[in-house]
């Protein structure tokens, strides 16, 4: 079935201590939407300047993404630049200069009316909001937030956390917007917030899922917590959108199934971080782009081969 | 099988935002023994002072802990202080008072000659590399270190690790020790060192072991690392011990079973954070003492479910 993802297509300027790159393709819809493709229909709704050219499309539509939603607008596209010389867990961010995002207000196009499945990823709140109020059908809404929505936009961001049935955010986020550092309790007050399961990134350590009382519809008892690994990573050269591509996985899984189930979902927590540790390899996009299925599939052996009692491989 | 463990037995007096408790007993060897003592025997080398009373010594004895290593000096047990209130996650010492253990020569009873099973909990590596050079028959070699015996005692250390089959620290030890910010690189740096097998505790996100090349005699190919889980807890009363809790889960569990095979070791990762888990519900060894082995195995299947793809329990 078919994902709408609304977010940021971007330019980065990246620093790590593998390297340097500059205006690389990226941003968070641009990083799940790739992410996504490899397990189901991907649609884009974005903003992109006049230095977006037919050859940056091309790494959308070279993996089948429906960029019908991409507006072209006069002025730059957004852009973005980090370092992460002192922190490879976390940006230091050098500049962030938002150009055509700025005046950015997503139209949906007519075509992308019928997706079933809506990823509102990493934008103002109130955009969030415009976007899932035309997208009443979808089955379901998951979302993605920072702590500069959580800390200066509480109240738009309230309105949105009501309507998602899924909220992806990383370790640092939870306990900021519960105000709690108890990983526990943090999460059962986010999840009076209004989403109904919430998926906590821990980075390096993988990622647990909570489930609220209404998670799912029907045979999901799993109150219990589920918790993902991540895979030990010898060399991270860019962690630039490695929770994008954590959300890209996970969603696009989850949207490819025919139903629901604890399994299913497990499995999804298990293709997310497959994708994140992929996402990290190289620079910006550039190893989302070429990724095979088959290597995709065989990371996500490996996954259950380190977090699993029985022994799988031979 | 048997295991012999060598470490301390103190009072330590701890607060926490859920209150404190003054002189309760503790120390390495007592969390590791209690825990292990539910899984196989354990006989316990240590030094106490006068204020060690038989009450005390009930509490070993009472979980089948032979105690006649148990050495009795004049003067005070080993005392510690430490306040968890401003971070849950590490102690913050107040005091250390070493006291009968500044000059403790541990000895070996005859009756404990023919353990299996040797564990160096975290003292002096002078004193860990003594009881391992009394100790030459046993089947496994697994010890414990900290930052102050990895900073200020390298050399010391650097002949206690070329001895062990299985070092069990935490993320920040395996950083140190290595001196490298990447836990990967860290461990084989680690791993070079001496240990076949490095247990890296990761605190509320679970513990991952790496295996080197000479990890085990036989067919043992598992050289990718393994991630066992850790319970979120909504509450967290006492961190005290945790650490030496999941080794005595660990290798309590591993010197009980016939065989080591990859499931049998995945099982004891499992089991060491199952003890560890329990250890922090309650101040001190509290909770330790009376865990019943049915809430233990319970427990196991909770880990179980929280971690592999396919629904356990109904």
């Known amino acids: 079935m078919s994902i709408l993802v609304v977010g940021s297509v971007a330019f980065d300027s990246i620093e790590t201590s593998s390297g340097a790159v500059e205006n690389c393709l990226g941003g968070a819809a641009t990083h799940f939407a790739l992410a996504a493709s490899y397990f189901t229909d ?43 010389v002192k922190n490879l867990n976390e940006a230091q961010t050098l500049e962030t200069d938002l ?30 909001a415009r976007v899932r109020q035309q997208m009443t059908n979808v089955r379901m809404v998951c979302g993605d937030t920072m702590n500069y929505w959580i800390s200066a936009h509480a109240a738009n961001l309230a309105k949105v956390l009501r309507e998602l049935d899924v909220l992806l955010i990383n370790d640092g986020e939870v306990r900021m ?3 709690d550092q108890n990983l526990v309790h943090a999460a059962s007050k986010v999840l009076e917030m209004g989403p109904k399961t919430l998926v906590v990134k821990h980075g390096e350590y993988g990622a ?23 895979l030990p ?11 994008d591509s954590f959300a890209g996985g ?43 299925r088959e290597e995709i599939d065989e990371r996500f052996c490996l996954f259950k081969e380190i ?3 029985e022994y799988e491989r031979s």
Do not use: C
């Open 250 to 292: 996970f969603y696009g899984y989850l949207a490819s199934q025919p139903e629901l189930t604890p399994t299913v979902f497990r499995t999804a927590m298990f293709y997310g971080g497959v994708m994140g540790s992929f996402a990290v390899e190289r620079f910006g996009t550039e190893r989302l782009q070429d990724v095979s």
């Open 177 to 179: 917007l519960a105000e």
């Open 42 to 84: 991907v649609r884009v709704i974005a903003v992109v300047g006049k230095d977006f050219t037919e050859e940056h499309e091309a790494v959308f539509t070279r993996r089948g993404i429906d960029t019908r939603g991409l507006e072209r607008a006069d002025g730059l596209s957004f852009h973005w630049s980090g370092s992460y």
């Open 99 to 128: 150009n055509v995002f700025q005046n950015f207000d997503p139209k949906i196009p007519e075509s992308y009316k019928d997706s079933d499945y809506l990823f509102l990823a990493n934008i103002d709140p109130v955009l969030q």
């Open 307 to 309: 977090s699993h009692l």
């Open 208 to 230: 647990t899922a909570f489930f609220g009382k209404d998670s799912f519809s029907s045979g999901f008892r799993a109150l219990h917590p589920f918790r993902a690994p991540a």
């Open 233 to 243: 990573l010898a060399e991270v050269v860019d962690p630039t959108g490695a929770g």
